[in-house]
Each structure stands twice: as C-alpha cells, then as structure tokens.
DNA sequence: TCTGGGGTCCTAGGACCC
DNA sequence: TCTGGGGTCCTAGGACCC
C-alpha cells in the first residue's frame, strides 16, 4: 500500500456552528450559555456544553441543565450565508475540497507544500482566516487520510489544531474511547463493550492501524470513510422534508393536506437545484419512536409537483393501515434517485416493438455528444418518445 | 426529558433477466 | 422438467452524522 511520506489531509468544522454565529452577531451573548432551537437543541455554545448540554438534546432537558442560557430561535438563511463564506476560505486554500456538512469540509493540501508551506502552516493560516473574514471559531485536525484528520479535529475541540503525524497514529488512536471513532455510534460501541468487554481503540485492537470494530456493517463503513483522496464536487444524492405532528391523532385528509406542503418544498427545492427524481419516500414515525418508510419508484424521472404528489398519496394510502394501528408522529416525504434535469428530449416514435426507435436514440446520443456519453445515457420511455438522461461521469 | 430536521451509507431479500 | 450462477433494480430497515 502506498503510504504518503506525511499528512496532507485537513478536516476543518467550525465549533458549535449555529452557537457561534448567534454570539458573533449580537455581542450579549459572548461568554455566555447560548443554546440554538427551543424544541430539540440545534447547537450549544461552549459555555452551554459545559452545563452538559449536547446537540439533539430535548430543550426542556436543555434548560433545566442550564437555566440561565439563553435560548434563540434559529436563523437558517444567516449560517448558510456564513457558511459560503467559510467555504470560499477553504476554496482559496485548496481547489480539493470536499464538503461534508453546512460546516465542516475535508481539505487535501498536499501538493501545496512548494507554493504554501506544509499541511500544519496551511492550517495555522486557515484558522486565522476564518476567523480574520468570517468571525468564527474552527478547528482544524491535520493527518495521512480523512478518518484520522475527522478524529483529530473532533479532539482538538473547541478552536484548536492537531496534528497527526503518521508515526504518531496508534499513539493517537489507543486511548479513544470507541465512539471518538467516525461512523461509531451508540449501537456498534454498546455492541463492543458486550461482545468484547473493550472500552478503548487499544483494547480494541493493539497490532496495527487498521480500524477494528465490532460488525461488518462498521468496519466498511469505517472503510470507505477513510478511503483516500478528497472527492471535489459530490452532489447531494437526496432531497427531504419531514414534520413532526405531536400526538394528537390526525385524521386521513389533514395527513394528506400536510403531506403536499411537504411535497411542494421539496418540489420547489428539486426544480431549484436542477435535478429530476425517480424513487419518492414516505417517512413515518410512531409515538414509540419506531419508523417505517414506504417508497415508490417512477419510471421516469421527474420534478413535476403533481406527478410526486400522486405518488406520495398513493404510499399514504398504502400505509393507512399502519397509521390507524399506531399513533403517527411524524411524516416526511425524501426524494431520491436523483439526476440532472438536462435529459435531451428525443421526438423517436416508437415502432411495434420499440426497438427500432432505441437503435436511432443511441445512435443520436453518439452524435451529439460522442461514444462515451452513449454509456451514461438510460433511454426511457417517454409517451410516444424516448427520454435520454445523460449521467455525468 | 419525551425527543427536530436535514442528510449519508450499508444490508438483505425478492423480482427479474441472461 | 429441473437446474446453476451472476447481475441489476427495487424496497425496507437501520446506523450514523450534523
């Protein structure tokens, strides 16, 4: 295996993101509790964490842990504006960059070392841009792939940097508790304390570097997240909107009234991004806080309001049984399959069977766009015609 | 304390095709 | 008449992340 002579991979996230840009617009609120969301915490500043107040907490659990922090309502349009301009930080940093979230990206830096000096520089000189152009806080962890750089800014929190320099790995890793690991959650670090009886990545596994976790499930996940190489322009690979109903017990009509204004936002933010979907889901969840999901996929791909609909309700319906059953807390509708809205429209009559319109659509894609593009076309039936959805590469 | 809203990825079974 | 092996697509569920 190729091992690169040092680390060149930067995993930047911004601290307590939403929390942080609350306290940079309004100066009351530096230095103090400051939790984002009244329902379910969003985001808790420092100050706030120290309480124990954590993201996704309740916000009645929130406020009794920390009385006296102050609660705002979100304001989503203002950190995805931050968030631009964080990324146009990054972005004059490295053109490698890979976006994970609305505040944390990956950066691979490691032809730069010529024109901009090595990875610990680079980070010393991205920290203070971001917070010299945007005013906030970030933390950058440095190392060989993304899997160690993600643990290592997660360690450095709040406001640091860390280095892991590739002799220094198992040093780092041994005595991390499992969760630290990426893709380690509640579930698989319970499963390994039962299975196992191992708390730390050294009990875990003390011969060698590779990521050892309980399933198979994990270990591939843990895999393909430390996969080499920054992947620059990911496309977003589904849509959603979801609403949470309280336990009042609703019937069929105002479920199918909410539905299609879930509906119509994630149609509108489809035709604005433009792309076409071909599978629709439908999210349920129950009061025990189980979930189930009903999906359909259409033949052809779209981003008509009407058509989605139409599937929507059609899942609704299919799932009126279920619902009746048990209390509905909480519907959603995700679109995915998703593709470019630039399909070519081919007026191709089909003959008696169809083929004969096929043999002339492939032969139209090679024309205009050449033998490749033959491949990442999908032909469809469309009406009278054909559709031809060219895939990128 | 009774839990929002937005995502990603993986697995497994069944249908269907060659 | 019964049979193998390989592949893709769809559906549903689940873990995890921010």
């Not at 060149?8 to 929390?19: K, M, N, Q, V």
């Not at 993600?150 to 005595?175: I, M, N, Q, R, T």
């Not at 071909?278 to 189930?292: E, N, P």
């Not at 033998?371 to 009278?384: D, F, I």
Request: proline content about 6%.
């Amino acid at each position: 295996m190729f091992v690169p002579p040092e680390g060149s991979i930067l995993h930047a996230d911004l601290d307590a993101f939403y929390a942080s840009v609350e306290q940079r617009d309004d100066p009351r609120l530096r230095g103090r509790p400051v939790i984002v969301g009244a329902g379910v915490v969003l985001a808790a500043s420092y100050e706030a964490k120290a309480y124990g107040v954590r993201t996704a907490m309740p916000g009645g659990q929130a406020r009794r842990l920390c009385p006296h922090a102050v609660v705002v309502p979100p304001r989503m349009s203002v950190y995805a504006q931050a968030s631009k301009a964080v990324f146009r930080v990054f972005e004059q940093t490295t053109p490698l960059v890979e976006g994970l979230s609305i505040d944390e990206a990956f950066l691979d830096v490691g032809g730069l070392l010529r024109v901009a000096g090595p990875p610990r520089e680079i980070a010393v000189r991205l920290r203070r841009a971001v917070a010299e152009h945007v005013g906030l806080p970030i933390t950058v962890g440095v190392a060989r792939t993304k899997f160690l750089a993600k643990v290592a800014s997660a360690v450095a929190k709040p406001d640091g940097l860390l280095v892991v320099p590739p002799d220094g790995e198992l040093a780092f890793l041994h005595p991390l508790p499992v969760e630290r690991l990426w893709g380690v959650g509640q579930v698989t670090a319970r499963k390994l304390r039962e299975r196992r009886g191992r708390r730390t990545r050294q009990d875990a596994d003390d011969r060698d570097a590779r990521p050892v976790v309980g399933s198979a499930r994990a270990r591939s996940g843990v895999r393909r997240r430390s996969a080499p190489g920054v992947r620059v322009g990911r496309r977003r690979r589904s849509i959603g909107a979801q609403r949470a109903l309280g336990r009042r017990r609703r019937e069929h009509d105002e479920l199918s009234a909410i539905l299609a204004g879930l509906v119509d936002r994630v149609a509108r933010r489809l035709r604005a991004g433009h792309r076409v979907c071909r599978t629709v889901t439908l999210r349920l969840r129950f009061d025990d806080f189980s979930r189930a999901t009903r999906s359909h996929t259409l033949v052809e791909p779209t981003a008509h309001t009407e058509i989605i609909l139409a599937a929507a309700r059609g899942l609704l319906v299919a799932a009126a049984p279920m619902i009746a059953h048990d209390g509905l807390t909480l519907i959603g509708v995700a679109l995915s399959n998703l593709d470019s809205d630039d399909a070519i429209q081919l007026a191709l009559p089909f003959d008696q069977h169809g083929t004969a319109a096929l043999d002339v659509a492939v032969d139209a894609v090679r024309d205009r766009f050449g033998t490749a593009a033959v491949r990442r076309a999908a032909l469809l039936r469309h009406g009278e015609g054909l559709v031809v959805p060219l895939m990128p590469d």
